[in-house]
């Protein structure tokens, strides 16, 4: 038996293969019926988003492979040689690693971000609703879930701002530390100041107000952000009560001029006031920021401050790695360490097999026995097994309670060829 | 006599070692070494309590007889008052200001002689140990305002230099620096007031003369004013910001120059 995981991602399948490869989610259960159905499959979990389409399932290995590639060939009516060019097959402790890569969001096209590892939650429901997980899968999806928590919270990949929106509500922060209670204002109604106002607004904000020459635009904004439209006439006194103002008009020209920003910075008598100018050309003059407890970030520093940001979450991805490549390992150990007693009883009969197969091959030879020397020989042949066998068993059962018990098993699985290769099938 | 200096030795040599864990975590982001920062500072507080204790035991006497005396139990006061800062708020960047601030009294009370401070008679003597504490006190909480200045500060140049975000994260933002600047101030103010007219009654009473117009005399008049303007700008006119930032670290560097020499 084996883990197995099948699949394209955005970085070994373009879209539109990856399209064809979409589970729907109203047809996630019933594919999952259809892939437990097929021979081999012991138990199965479809992963299907936009960037990836995966399949992991616990099986009988060689054959479980050839099945996912024809589950998913059926399943998306790909050719297969499409399927073979952009997907890829792991096994075991690359299955596992791949699995957990990919709930700590260390395989995203941007590292760190936080869907995924709700996705991954989502399938794994899906799943656990249509019946295909039991103990092998279901405990492994929980590990999963317990390095993504641990890789979150012991490294930086999710922490700094890889986003001009996110760059912004994090400087705003910054400024203001909690933002429940700073009057933000949205100075015309831009697709990219919708974007930064969400990202604040869902810290939280004490108010919003947009501020928008046609009216009707800026309240739709308002309405939609649970804000307050105001008139473009009130925008001086509206500009003194706001903490952070988020700039994006398609004026030509400085909508708040440096004699603006200092007459309303004299008027707030030192509380901080952020401006976030989005606007290309831009609306604050950048002389702005020169002004004592006056902030302002156009599109550039920001984007500066989000660069900065991924470049720090790529080298935090290497702490990350390090993380799911160790719990990766411990997973399969741990998986193997579970087979201590079937290897021992496997690893018995197996010996005892041998004996009587070689024995029963020279009985011949030897011509009539007596019963009391045919006797002799049959205990030649057990006690000759069990000296062979005492000192791995006692072996094993040693290691069954210690870490690393894994690898022994594995080791001694392939040494005696449990696992059908080895010297009983080249015998036979 | 010989044990305090073995204890306080110990609390200066703890508070180093608690500065370098909050120096390291701030030069290599993410060890884990922050975390033992205040339990150092909580530990040589320990010593530090040890230290003041076993020498008013071997004085005989309460142990603000000398500058060096005064000095220790200003570092003393101000670390615990970081400690309490620092519990109920989780500002981090504090231990990178108090402590070197803390150690630095220390050792200066090493340093300068060891010469009384004239005393009169007792009831002088009860009420210079009350202008004392206030003054202690005082300049302890005092210790945090300039620490959340000076943050303040730093703060700002990095947000006006478009720094990426990696830079903030060990510091409090700009708003909650503000905050810790207005409250400790507003704590220390009253104590260091009360601290100077006491100083002026136990003057009266010694030279006869409320106001001697000495050096250091008018130094400690000028800080006050100088923190009275702050005060009244923030509570008054409502300012915030870099300006009472700026004047308050001027402020506190007159104070500090006054503790020195009393």
């Given at each position: 038996m084996a883990i197995l995981l099948y699949g394209a991602n955005h970085q070994s399948a373009p879209l539109e293969f990856r399209e064809r490869l979409v589970v729907p989610e109203d047809d996630l259960v019933a594919a999952i019926h259809r892939l437990i159905g097929r021979e081999g499959i012991d138990e199965g979990l479809i992963l299907s988003t936009c960037n990836r389409t995966e399949i992991l399932v616990h099986g009988a290995a060689p054959a479980a492979g050839e099945t996912l590639r024809e589950f998913l060939r059926t399943q998306s009516h790909a050719e297969p040689a499409d399927l073979d060019r952009h997907c890829y097959l792991h096994a075991d402790r690359e299955a596992v690693k791949h699995l957990f890569r990919v709930a700590c969001s260390l395989d995203s096209m941007i590292v760190g971000e936080p869907q995924i590892l709700g996705q991954v939650k989502e399938a794994y429901a899906k799943a656990h609703a249509a019946g295909g997980l039991r103990s092998v899968l279901d405990n492994l999806l929980q590990r999963a879930f317990a390095v993504a928590k641990k890789v979150r919270t012991e490294t930086?990949?999710?922490?700094?701002?890889?986003s001009i929106a996110h760059a912004a509500a994090a400087r705003a922060r910054e400024i203001f530390g909690d933002l429940g209670r700073s009057n933000v204002l949205i100075l015309g109604a831009g697709k990219m100041a919708r974007i930064a106002a969400q990202h604040i607004a869902a810290d939280g904000a004490g108010s919003i107000s947009v501020v928008n020459r046609s009216y009707q635009r800026g309240a739709e904004l308002a309405r939609e952000l649970g804000g307050e439209a105001i008139m473009w006439e009130r925008l001086p006194e509206v500009l003194e009560e706001s903490d952070i103002v988020i700039v994006s008009t398609g004026a030509p020209h400085h909508i708040v001029t440096r004699e603006d920003a200092q007459r309303i910075a004299r008027q707030r008598r030192g509380r901080p006031i952020f401006f976030i100018d989005i606007a290309v050309p831009r609306?604050?003059?950048?002389?702005?920021?020169?002004?004592?407890n006056v902030y302002v970030y156009d599109i550039d520093d920001l984007k500066i401050v989000a660069e900065a940001g991924m470049r720090e979450r790529r080298n935090e991805a290497r702490l990350a790695e390090e993380i799911v490549d160790r719990e990766a390992s411990a997973y399969i150990d741990w998986m193997r360490s579970l087979e201590v007693a079937p290897t021992i009883v496997a690893l018995r009969d197996h010996m005892h097999a041998m004996g009587s197969a070689e024995f029963d091959r020279f009985r011949a030879r030897l011509g009539a026995l007596s019963p009391e020397q045919q006797q002799a020989l049959e205990e030649f042949r057990t006690a000759l097994m069990n000296k062979v066998l005492h000192h791995p068993i006692q072996a094993l059962k040693r290691s069954s309670t210690r870490p690393g018990s894994g690898q022994l098993v594995a080791f001694l699985r392939e040494a005696f060829g449990l696992d059908g290769q080895g010297p009983t099938r080249g015998r036979s | 006599m010989q044990a305090a200096l073995v204890l306080m030795r110990a609390a200066l040599v703890i508070y180093a070692a608690g500065f370098v864990t909050a120096l390291a975590a701030v030069l290599r982001e993410g060890t884990r070494a922050a975390r033992w920062t205040p339990r150092l500072a909580a530990a040589g507080a320990l010593f530090h309590t040890a230290g003041m204790l076993s020498l008013g035991w071997g004085l005989q006497r309460c142990p603000l007889g000398t500058l060096p005396e005064v000095l220790a139990a200003l570092a003393w006061v101000a670390v615990l008052i970081y400690l309490f800062v620092w519990w109920r708020y989780r500002v981090e960047v504090l231990h990178l200001v108090i402590l070197p601030l803390a150690m630095i009294v220390l050792i200066i009370s090493k340093i300068l002689p060891d010469e009384m401070i004239p005393v009169g008679p007792t009831m002088q003597q009860s009420l210079l140990r009350i202008h004392l504490g206030a003054i202690i006190f005082g300049v302890g909480a005092l210790f945090v305002t300039f620490a959340a200045s000076l943050v303040y500060l730093v703060v700002d140049r990095a947000l006006k230099a478009k720094r990426p975000a990696r830079y903030f994260r060990t510091l409090p933002s700009l708003a909650g620096c503000d905050r810790m600047g207005r409250l400790s101030l507003l704590f220390a103010f009253p104590l260091l007031t009360f601290g100077i007219v006491t100083g002026a009654v136990v003057n009266d009473a010694k030279y006869g003369t409320p106001w001697a117009w000495q050096a250091n005399e008018t130094l400690a008049i000028l800080a006050w004013l100088l923190l009275a303007v702050v005060v009244v700008a923030r509570i008054g006119w409502g300012w915030r910001g870099r300006k009472p930032a700026l004047l308050t670290l001027v402020g506190f560097g007159l104070v500090f120059l006054r503790m020195l020499g009393v």
């Open positions: 930086g990949i999710a922490r700094a701002p890889v609306n604050v003059d950048p002389r702005v920021n020169d002004l004592d | -």
